[in-house]
C-alpha cells in the first residue's frame, strides 16, 4: 500500500525544481528517515531515487551512484514499486557509469531499463534512450548514437519537451559532425540553438554552442568558431565543475585548436592541457587521448626547434581573441583554486549558483548579474597566495598570520587587476568580507557602502559554508544570527524568502528527473 505524497517529498521537489539543492537535500533526508519509520518500501526507494539526483547535481557523482545502487538492491530484493520507478533508477545508474567512464556498465543499466520501457510514459522512456545516445557518444558510435536519439525524438510531443528536442537535435548535429557532413551538421545544431535561445535555456545552449564552434572550424571561419566557443564557456561558466567539466574540455579543446591555427602554439599547449586534463577528471578517455596525441605533436615540433608563435597559418579578429583571452583566464584562475584547495573550488561554485538567484530576486542590470557570476566564483582567489597549511591552521594563527589571511580580499583584487576582469568584479571580491556593522575588512565599510554584489556574495557564501557541513536549517539559522551584524538583513530577508513555498504561488508538478 502506497502512502500520500509526503510533505517533505512535496517541499523537496519544490526546491530541486528551483535549483535550492541543499533544501531539497534536506528535505528528501528527512523524507527517507520518515519512509523507514514507517515501513513504506516503495518511498524509501523513491527518496533514495531522489536523494541521488540531488547529489548527483551536486558534482557528488559517487554518492550519487552509492544511493541508486541502494535503490536497486530494494528492487533485488522484493520491493514493490512502479515500472517508472525501476526505468528511473536504471536510467540513473547508467548515467552514474556513465559520467564514471565505465561505459560497459552504463550500457547494461540500460538495457534492463528499456525492458520495462515500453511499460512507462513516453517522455521517461524517451530519457533512457537520451541516456543511451549520450553512452554511444562517449563510444564515438554514431549511427548508434543517432538512432537512440531519432527513437527519444519519436516519443516526444513537441510543445511539452521542446528542450529535450534541441538536446537530442544537437546531438544528432553532433553525429554529422564526427561524420564530416558539415552540412547536415550545421542544420540540426542551428535548429538546436534557435529553440534554446527561444526557450532562454542558457545552460543548456553550452553544449550546442560548443560544437557549434568546432562546425565553424572545420569551416575555416575562426572567427565565429571563437565567437561561439566563448559562448559555450560563457553559459558554461555556471557549472564548471560539478556538471560541465567535460563540455569544458571540449571548449579548451576547440581554443587550443584555433591557437594553433593562429601561430600561437604557447596559448594552444596551455589549453590542450587543461582539455586533457579535464577529460582526464571526467574519465572521457577516448577524448584524453586525442588530445594528448596532439600534445605530442605540439612538443616534437618544439624539439625540431620550431618556435611557439612563428609564421601563422591563419588570423583571428582582435575582438575574438579578447574574448578568448579572457574566459581562457577565467578558467585559469579556477584551476589555481582548485589545485589548492579542491574542496574551496566546488563550494565557490554553489556559492556563485545561490548568489545568481538572490541577484536576479534583486533585479540586476546585465552587466551586473556577469560580474557578480564570476566574483561569487572567484571571490576567494586570494587565497592562492597564501600557504595552504596555514590557512589550515586557521583556528591557531598568530597575530600576523592572521592578518595575512584577512588581506586575501586585497590578494583577490590585485590578481583579478592583472587580467581583463571588469573592475565591477574587482571590486566585489575586495570587499566580500566587509560586515554590515562596519567591523569587517578589509576598510571597515559599513551598510550600502559595501557594494552591493559584495553584500549579495558575503549572504550565499555564509549560506553555502554553513550548508555544505551543517545542512540547510542550520545555514539558515546562521543567517538569521548573522542578519543586521554581518550580512545585509532586506538580502538575508529576500533570501530566507527564497526558500519558503509560500512565498511562491507557483508549485510545479512532474517526475523526478536526473
Known sequence: MLCAKSDLQARGLWAWQRGLYLLALESWNGWREEARRSGDKVAELRSLNALGCVQFQLGRVQRAHALWEEAYAMFEAGAAGEPSDRVKVMSNLALAYFHMGRMEDAQRYLQVARTNAAEVEPELWAHVEHVACNVWLALEQWCEAEAAAQRALALLDETAHAARIAQLTSNIGLTHLERGNLRCARHHLEFARELLEKLGMEEELGYTYCELGRLHYLMGDLNQAAYYGSEALRVLWSNV??????????????????????????????????????????????????????????????????????????????????????????????????????????????????????????????????????????????????????????????????????????????????????????????????????????????????????????????????????????????????????????????????????????????????
Open 241 to 514: 565543475v560539478t556538471m560541465h567539466k567535460s563540455e569544458v574540455a571540449r571548449v579548451s579543446e576547440l581554443f587550443g585548436s584555433i591557437a594553433l591555427a593562429t601561430g600561437d602554439r604557447h596559448t594552444a599547449l596551455m589549453d590542450l592541457q587543461r582539455a586533457s586534463t579535464y577529460f582526464a577528471q571526467s574519465s572521457l578517455w577516448h577524448e584524453w587521448s586525442r588530445v594528448n596525441r596532439q600534445l605530442d605533436e605540439l612538443v616534437r615540433q618544439r624539439g625540431r626547434g620550431q618556435g611557439w608563435g612563428d609564421g601563422a597559418a591563419a588570423t583571428i579578429h582582435p575582438e575574438s581573441k579578447e574574448r578568448l583571452r579572457y574566459f581562457t583566464t577565467l578558467l585559469d584562475l579556477l584551476d589555481s583554486i582548485e589545485s589548492l584547495y579542491p574542496d574551496m573550488r566546488q563550494k565557490a561554485e554553489l556559492t556563485g549558483r545561490y548568489a545568481l538567484r538572490l541577484g536576479d530576486l534583486h533585479g540586476l542590470t546585465p552587466a551586473e548579474r556577469e560580474a557578480l557570476q564570476h566574483a561569487a566564483k572567484l571571490h576567494d582567489i586570494g587565497m592562492t597566495s597564501l600557504d595552504p597549511e596555514l590557512v589550515q591552521r586557521d583556528q591557531h594563527l598568530t597575530p600576523v598570520a592572521r592578518d595575512r589571511v584577512q588581506a586575501h580580499p586585497l590578494f583577490g583584487e590585485k590578481i583579478l587587476g592583472l587580467f581583463p576582469v571588469p573592475a565591477l568584479c574587482r571590486e566585489a571580491v575586495k570587499h566580500h568580507h566587509e560586515r554590515y556593522d562596519g567591523l569587517g575588512f578589509p576598510d571597515g565599510l559599513a551598510g550600502d557602502e559595501i557594494p552591493l554584489l559584495s553584500r549579495i556574495i558575503a549572504v550565499a557564501a555564509t549560506y553555502v559554508s554553513y550548508g555544505l557541513e551543517l545542512g540547510h536549517t542550520a545555514a539558515m539559522e546562521e543567517l538569521a544570527a548573522r542578519r543586521g551584524r554581518h550580512l545585509d538583513p532586506q538580502l538575508v530577508d529576500a533570501f530566507l524568502r527564497m526558500h519558503d513555498p509560500a512565498q511562491d504561488p507557483v508549485v510545479a508538478g512532474g517526475p523526478l528527473r536526473s
